[in-house]
């Protein structure tokens, strides 16, 4: 039997239109999951969910204002079968609103941890009640590096992503006796939309300081994943995995 197959399970991922989250509802599909992709870019995700129906996947759009946490329970209380019984939850979506602390604006604080805490919280709420009926269950929270180590002028982002850290813990212990595993992936700097805009001299700084010498793929962030959402990681939970090429160690 091959490894980390994902065969009858159905699981949803969050922020899934761009970048990470999009890569990782691509790994899910292609080891056997079904997939509900969700993000406030309807547009975006029915291009990406036509491309997995393209190549035999099941998967589904599902726009999502991670904002309005009441909102976001009504629709996933209204999903069909066979999308309605989620086994496998990725919580990925999540904003910046960089700037250095005494500058900083009770609303850029505010929108950072209502989307990336309070969205996963909401999301989360909704989705392991039906875990804990099925005694089955996968929940995996994208955090970052950031959440461990810290960042000047990313004080909102961090304390989001360390927020999600002690949040899993916490659920980690509460669920482990029902079947459900919950764990972190914390990714370092990943080739994505958002790291194509440093300049030749930022990475080349950046890779000075990460062990391996490269940013991140997103490949890497979602075979951490692929190994969480599987049978074979059924006796992990409570677990951060850095996947940061060595930048915290």
Do not use: C
């Given at each position: ?5 994902l ?13 990470i ?9 292609a080891h ?9 870019s ?78 996963a ?25 950031v ?5 000047a ?10 927020g ?12 482990a ?22 300049s ?50």
């Amino acid at each position: 039997m091959s490894l980390f197959r994902l065969d009858g399970k159905t699981a949803l991922v969050t922020g899934a239109s761009q970048g990470i989250g999009e890569e990782i509802a691509r790994r899910l599909a292609a080891h056997g999951a079904r997939v509900i992709l969700a993000a406030r870019s309807r547009e975006r995700l029915e291009e990406v969910v036509a491309e997995l129906r393209s190549g035999g996947a099941e998967a589904l759009a599902l726009p999502l204002d991670l904002t309005d946490p009441e909102a976001v329970a009504e629709r996933i209380k209204a999903l069909d079968e066979p999308f309605s019984a989620v086994d496998i939850l990725v919580n990925n979506a999540g904003i910046t609103a960089d700037n250095l602390f005494v500058r900083m604006k009770l609303e850029q604080w505010e929108a950072v941890l209502q989307t990336n805490l309070t969205g996963a919280f909401a999301v989360t709420r909704a989705l392991t009640r039906g875990m804990i009926r099925r005694r089955w269950g996968r929940v995996i929270t994208i955090s970052s590096v950031v959440g461990l180590m810290g960042n000047a002028g990313q004080a909102n982002y961090a304390a989001a992503k360390a927020g999600l850290i002690g949040f899993s813990k916490s659920l980690a212990r509460e669920f482990a006796s029902r079947g459900i595993t919950v764990n972190v992936v914390a990714p370092g700097y990943i080739e994505t939309a958002m790291t194509a805009t440093l300049s030749e001299a930022a990475k080349e700084e950046l890779f000075r300081s990460i062990p391996v010498g490269r940013l991140g793929a997103v490949e890497d962030v979602a075979s951490a994943v692929i190994y969480l959402a599987s049978e074979e990681a059924g006796y992990v939970t409570g677990q951060v995995l850095n996947v940061s090429g060595g930048l915290y160690i």
